[in-house]
């Protein structure tokens, strides 16, 4: 159960979209071409005399908000900006995605980016009232929190660009963190019991596969050979194995006649599980016995020679060894738990208002 830090962290923004969906809370829908865009029982409360003042401002809301998509509290993104958004997050995709498809792909990035708008202001905003900041440190650690977990030719700024993180998006990811431990008071924190409880109810997940150290020779076979091709290779691995049954170094012999790229490691292929290769190969590599060449081995890619060095067999890893990784799992599960009911109850409190375009 190893945990990706820097999708640990980011993830929430992949929950806001899906709570985003998943309830309107306090939400209205204004068309340009006719809604009002006034509340409903307005009119009602207005004299005559005041109605075409009202029926005056009302037409300036609708002049003034002919480029807003969508409004959270007042706060509006527009068909232009969206147009910027949806252009930026097209653009990888332009030439890989058949023409035909880019409509379709185009739509659901349209409304993703869309209430991408709605959460995070949504939760801007409530981080703003309750005086949640980001400080300088708190963006430092988070950045080289990220570079521990970079590989070593990978430069933090060529990683946030690929992943489309922008400064601001870290800024509200960790204000957001910040707003949920605010909203736990610690109590996200497994018990020793709990702890216990997750790890016998997912004993499975901790199971290691049984493993096999295998070193191979490989003859290819290509789908023109002929009979009178295939049987000259197969003499020669023939060969070969004798060759290696009389004393000759497997690892030389691998080096100076194998056709797999292993042949750089003497054929060494490291550790293999069942189901990662194919059948006739698997059989070999689970049965035969250990530092023994086995018979010739035919496989859809060719002949093999094949020496297994050493077998691992599945083992339950102990709780002792997985109680951190346990503890900091059901953490993450019960903050976003209290995440998403504390996105529930804003978006009920917040005025969002979809506009027809």
Do not use: W
Not at 89 to 95: G, Q
Not at 207 to 230: G, M, Q, S
Not at 245 to 255: I, N, P, Q, R, S
């Amino acid at each position: 159960m190893k945990v990706n830090i820097f999708q640990s962290i980011l993830c929430v923004f992949a929950a806001l979209l899906i709570a985003a969906t998943m309830g309107c809370g306090k939400k209205e829908e204004a068309s340009i071409n006719g809604a009002d865009v006034v509340e409903p029982g307005l009119e009602e409360q207005v004299t005559e005399d005041q109605q075409v003042a009202v029926e005056e401002e009302t037409s300036q809301i609708q002049e003034i908000t002919t480029d807003v998509v969508v409004s959270v509290d007042g706060t509006v993104l527009t068909k232009s900006d969206l147009a910027v958004r949806v252009k930026n997050k097209m653009n990888p995709y332009r030439d890989v995605i058949p023409a035909g498809k880019m409509k379709e792909l185009e739509k659901g990035v349209r409304s993703q980016l869309v209430e991408d708008f709605v959460v995070k202001t949504i939760l801007q905003n409530e981080a703003d009232r309750k005086k949640i900041t980001a400080s300088k440190k708190d963006i430092e650690m988070f950045y080289e929190e990220i570079k521990g977990h970079l590989p070593p030719d990978k430069e933090l700024t060529d990683f946030l660009r690929e992943n489309g993180v922008t400064r601001d998006d870290i800024i509200l990811g960790i204000k957001i963190k910040k707003l949920v431990q605010k909203e736990t008071g610690g109590k996200a924190v497994p018990s020793e019991k709990e702890i216990k409880k997750f790890y016998l109810e997912n004993e499975d997940k901790f199971k290691t596969d049984e493993t096999a150290h295998v070193r191979h020779i490989l003859l290819t076979l290509n789908p023109k050979d002929d009979d009178e091709t295939k049987a000259m290779k197969k003499e020669k691995i023939e060969k070969l194995r004798k060759q290696i049954m009389d004393g000759a170094d497997f690892a030389e012999v691998a080096a100076q006649n194998s056709e797999c790229p292993s042949k750089e490691n003497g054929g060494d292929l490291g550790e293999i599980k069942r189901d990662q290769t194919v059948k006739p190969f698997e059989d070999a590599a689970f049965s035969q016995e250990i530092n023994v060449v086995g018979p010739v081995v035919t496989t859809e890619f060719g002949y093999h020679i094949i020496e297994v060095l050493g077998r691992t067999p599945s083992f339950t890893v102990p709780l002792a060894e997985v109680k951190d990784s346990i503890a900091l799992h059901l953490e993450q599960q019960k903050e976003a738990e209290i995440f998403m009911k504390l996105l529930e109850d804003l978006r009920k409190k917040t005025e969002i208002i979809y506009y027809k375009n």
